[in-house]
């Protein structure tokens, strides 16, 4: 009987607004962003109600999937924690807290379906610094990608019917999104792409749909190019087409509700469809969603399936 510890790893949220300008600094690596560029994430936090929901989403994701673990009886005893990479709880204490109960493996799972090397290569290798640094010998199993796990791509699928309900099939377009990274990433080859793509396609074909494309959100402002089309562009451009007058996006890319899905996608994306005429709705986050923690379980135990 093993003891076994369950990183679940998300991206991190300030917990108040006064909190702002120390995450964002984390986010940019250390450097620190200019007073007119703190106030303008303030603002967005502000108009989302003042602080993002992904902290607690993700308290209740462990929650949930612990007690998942528990009522399958494996005959190991789980430990689940959450480790954040731009803010409290941080990931490195996380794992210091999950050697100190004793565990002798960890599953690392990032909060991301799709791999990329600057999200969940990111995420793994905070992972390893922390083990490292504390000379811990135990077995790491390290959940690199989870975008096409047939459950996950199900519980998708059911939230996007939901949102479909109603909506005359020819004049709908299904817009699929996730966040967007520089766009040399695909010059190096990273997967991130291909992956979402794949996501977006089988959830398209569970669902027969016709009328879907991809799209990138949330891309910032660093002078550098960034992977397109960008989700307003697209739909000006729908707009401009003038066939399609309802859109409904889904988040592929994201499981929970935050600030880029509550702003990016509720208040600016929904704003910009209306002035151009679209109706705009969201599919409903995951969030802590049986079938969401089922997925996870299951990664759980592909993962110790081979060495527990
Ligand atoms: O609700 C919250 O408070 C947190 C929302 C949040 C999530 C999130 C997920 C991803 N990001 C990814 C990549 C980048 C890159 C940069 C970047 C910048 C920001 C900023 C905020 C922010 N991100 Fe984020 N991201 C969230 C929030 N992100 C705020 C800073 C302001 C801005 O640029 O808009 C650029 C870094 C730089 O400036 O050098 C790159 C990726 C994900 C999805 C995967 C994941 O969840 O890990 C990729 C949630």
Redesign the pocket.
């Known amino acids: 009987m093993a003891r076994i510890g369950i990183l679940l790893m998300?991206?991190?949220?300030?917990r108040s607004l006064a909190e702002v300008e120390a995450?964002?600094t984390h986010?940019?690596?250390g450097r620190r962003p200019s007073p007119e560029?703190v106030a303008a994430?303030q603002e967005?936090?502000r108009r989302i109600g003042g602080?993002?929901?992904?902290l607690e989403i993700t308290q209740a994701q462990a929650r949930a999937l612990a007690a998942r673990l528990e009522a399958m009886a494996f005959g190991h005893t789980f430990r689940v924690r959450i480790g954040m990479?731009h803010s409290p709880p941080f990931i490195e204490e996380a794992v210091a807290d999950l050697l100190a109960e004793g565990i002798s493996q960890l599953v690392a799972i990032?909060?991301?379906p799709h791999y990329?090397q600057?999200?969940?290569g990111a995420?793994h290798a905070a992972v390893r610094r922390a083990l490292a640094d504390r000379g811990a010998d135990i077995a790491l199993l390290e959940i690199h990608r989870w975008g096409s796990h047939p459950l996950f791509l199900r519980a998708v699928a059911i939230r996007l019917r939901e949102a479909l309900e109603g909506l005359p099939p020819e004049a709908t377009h299904v817009l699929f999104t996730?966040?967007s990274?520089?766009a040399r990433l695909r010059a190096e080859g990273d997967p991130y792409e291909t992956e979402l793509l794949d996501s977006a396609g089988r959830v398209a074909r569970l669902l027969g749909l016709e009328r879907w494309t991809f799209a990138y959100q949330?891309a910032?402002?660093?002078g550098e190019p960034w992977l397109g089309p960008d989700l307003l562009e697209v739909l000006t451009d729908l707009a401009r087409e003038g066939q399609v007058r309802h859109v409904v996006v889904c988040p592929i890319?994201?499981i929970?509700d935050?600030?880029?899905v509550?702003y990016d996608l509720d208040v600016e994306a929904r704003e910009h469809a209306e002035r151009l005429g679209l109706t705009f709705r969201r599919s409903r986050s995951l969030n802590d969603d049986p079938l969401l923690i089922e997925t996870l379980a299951a990664l759980v135990c592909e993962a110790i399936g081979g060495s527990a």
Do not use: D
């Open positions: 998300a991206y991190g949220t300030p995450y964002y986010i940019r690596g560029q994430l967005r936090y602080r993002s929901p992904l990479r990032p909060l991301a990329s600057m999200s969940v995420y996730a966040h990274l520089p949330s910032s402002a660093t890319g994201f929970a935050h600030l880029e509550l």
